[in-house]
């Protein structure tokens, strides 16, 4: 590498990381206004007059089998104390949670694979190119990750500022990180560590399994997935994972057994078609590739091949093997189909799309890492970058990446709500003056002046028999609650 690209590298690295910290910033300042929901005021409402034990029983017999989220949804400090002014703090908790979980997981998995990779970010007199640190590349790589997630992710709102959603959906995805890095890490322990971090990993799956059922089959298969690939690759049995294996079951039978779930699913319509179960599912992976493509992924995938290759002759040879490759292309569709097939067959569509936002998380990850292992069959992305470079120049190739994490998609939406929040806190300020002088009353409320549809999962309606009106009202103890109008004044 002469010093010319050498200094490209290291310009391109530091624009990388400066642009993807200012992707970053607006969601975390945003995390700062958010207020309950109906859910959320449900469940405090609920459990104010109920044990912990009658919560969750009540709940299991009538609602649901997911007993970890609700005890989550019992004792988050909002449900104890009715004090709003603990939402953000959860908000914050819960994305804090998922940040360490994934680049702790990051860490292990480029530790555990232990990469010599060569620094394009340090030059010397001589152009003698040093070795890259480790924290240099997982805090590139992890910055990265988490930009496009948030810039992409099909619907902020319910993962990272809705805490009934977050702590059925990214709560448990941050677990699942944390139990693979420790599986990562196992390796290079000796034998009484190993046994300890399978024990870990078990007691996570019961939260993981216990919090929502999508993730819970995902989590299932990634164990059994393990499990094979360690037969087939490494030429090894790992019986250790036969404990989480069957704890995962046994928790997916006190789910699937909850008397809840049938009265659920009798409000579910839609689904239980063969015919649709076998087809829809494969349009679906189809349709939902396409709507996860952005120009910054584009872009990024270009920027990323030349790294790649140098990458993919020092990691482990075992990765490179077809079959390996073949099985990580198999986990690839195993979590799309585990996302699809049960919607489709409970609803006959697409899953809530907080669903969608954990397995994004996944294949945009997976993606990058199964390019990796392809990158020197895929010669034909080569060929592209050339035309890509020859007609879209690098300067204007950073413009562009960084006008997508201003104006498009998430970021729009993130950066225009962080602009308009004074229009929204002047609203909900002037709502809450009217709600503490209308107790015991009818009251009618006007929408928001501005409404910010990155963080706020949603508003009372016009009718005030409505669920979200009805739990509204209770919780500030008023006759009856309602919107003038339904429509939004942005």
Known sequence: MNLKNIDNSRSLFAFMIWTSLLAILPFLCLSAFTIPSADDIFYHNYGLNKSL??????????????????????????????????????????QILFFLASFLFLKVLIISLSLNLV???????????????????TRLIYLLWIALFFHKMPRPTDSLYWFAGSSSHLVAMSFCLFASGLYLSSFKQNYLVQMFYYFLISLLTICICGSNETLM??????IFFAF???????????????????????????VFLAPGNKIRAENLQGGHDLLLLVFKPLGLIVETCVRYLSVNLVILLFWSLPFLSRIFILIPAFLKEKRS??????????????????????????????????????????????????INSWTFLFRFKHSWDKYFPMKLQKIAF???????????????????????????????????????????????????????????????????????????????????????PN
């Open 119 to 137: 620094d394009p970010l340090v030059t010397t007199k001589t152009a003698k190119v040093e070795k890259i640190k480790l924290r240099t590349l």
């Open 402 to 488: 960084l006008v997508s994490f201003l104006l498009l998609f998430n970021h729009y939406e993130a950066w225009k709500d962080l602009i308009h929040i004074p229009r929204f806190l002047s609203s909900l300020n002037e709502r809450n003056e009217l709600v503490l002088q209308s107790k015991g009353q009818d009251l009618v409320l006007k929408p928001f002046s501005y409404f910010p549809t990155t963080f706020f999962y949603e508003d009372i309606t016009t009718d005030p028999t409505n669920y979200r009106n009805v739990v509204f009202a209770e919780f500030y103890k008023l006759k009856s609650v309602k919107l003038s109008t339904q429509e939004s």
């Open 217 to 222: 089959l995902q989590w299932i298969f990634l």
């Open 325 to 374: 490759i073949y099985l990580f292309i198999s986990l690839w569709f195993g979590f799309f189909f585990l996302t699809f097939v049960p919607s489709v067959w409970t609803m006959g569509g697409l899953p809530p799309r907080r669903v969608l936002n954990n397995t994004y998380l996944v294949i945009l990850f997976l993606s990058f890492f199964i390019l990796l292992l392809k």
């Open 228 to 254: 094979i690939y360690e037969r087939v690759v490494l030429n090894r049995l790992n019986l250790k994972l036969i404990f989480p294996f069957l704890i995962s079951i046994i928790c997916f039978a006190i």
């Open 53 to 94: 034990l009658e919560f969750l029983i009540h709940h299991y017999n009538t609602w649901t089998g997911r007993y970890f989220s609700n005890l989550l949804m019992a004792i988050n400090p909002y449900s104890l104390t009715s004090q709003l002014s603990y939402y953000p703090l959860m908000t914050y908790g819960v």
